[in-house]
């Protein structure tokens, strides 16, 4: 089956500088990619996604590169703020009949120092 | 629109007694996950459902666990007799049955086993 490996698992950064957190994937027929962000006490937020037809999308701050040779996607954050703060979980998933499920990687704690 | 709704918010047992937790999806959204997420990791899926049929329940530990989703919207799901290893959150998610869309998580149950 898919297997997901997040790197690094934890990230400190200060305010305003850049964060990347990096995803390798090994099912080649993945074509789904989304990123989660998951806050204490709650559960996991997409806060961006990325299919297999293009290799970069941007949504403000954030931005997602996709690598299908390399099989490998990353997030990155500009400008980082302290509400930046959580658990970020990259996933993949492939194509299916139905809805698919998506496999998630460990996880990557960010923590925004003011 | 509501969210998907999970009940209790937290569960504290004691090893090999027996606990149900509920899920309630997101009103239209044919598909519901079960995840499990241990401390430290990200959510492992435990079972999918279309509708009220069993999609995948290959990584689900049937001798101890047990999912229903009877009339295809709300679902259960039960550990009997629970283990230490089991402590963890239990996350369920809705999607709608377009491929490739996100998942939407409700806030999770936190079980402690004692």
């Known amino acids: 089956g898919e297997n997901v490996e997040q790197h690094p698992s934890t990230l400190s950064v200060q305010e305003g500088d850049s964060a990347v957190i990096k995803c390798t994937y090994s099912?080649?027929?993945?074509?789904?990619f989304p990123w989660y962000k998951q806050e204490l006490g709650k559960g996991p937020q997409l806060i961006i996604d990325i299919r297999s037809n293009v290799g970069e999308k941007k949504d403000q701050r954030i931005a997602v590169t996709l690598n299908k040779t390399a099989k490998h996607f990353s997030l990155h954050i500009t400008e980082t703020q302290p509400e930046d703060s959580a658990v970020y979980f990259c996933?993949?998933?492939?194509?299916?009949?139905?809805?698919?499920?998506?496999?998630f990687g460990d996880g990557t704690t960010l923590t925004v120092k003011p | 629109e509501a969210g998907v709704a999970q009940s209790p918010r937290y569960k504290i047992i004691e090893k090999r007694q027996s606990v149900a937790f509920w899920c309630n999806p997101i009103?239209?959204?044919?598909?519901l996950y079960w995840y499990q997420q241990i401390l430290g990791q990200g959510p492992k899926l435990l079972i999918q459902?279309?509708?009220?049929?069993?999609?995948?329940d290959s990584q689900l530990p049937k001798d101890r666990f047990s999912a229903e989703r009877l009339k295809g919207v709300d679902s259960t799901l039960k550990i009997q007799p629970a283990k230490l290893e089991d402590s963890a959150v239990y996350l369920c998610a809705s999607t709608t049955m377009t491929l490739n869309t996100e998942a939407f998580f409700g806030q999770g149950t936190r079980l402690t086993v004692v």
């Open positions: 996933a993949a998933k492939r194509p299916s009949t139905n809805a698919g499920k998506s496999t």
């Open positions: 099912d080649s027929a993945s074509n789904y």
């Open positions: 009103s239209g959204h044919a598909t």
């Open positions: 459902f279309q509708n009220n049929g069993v999609v995948d």
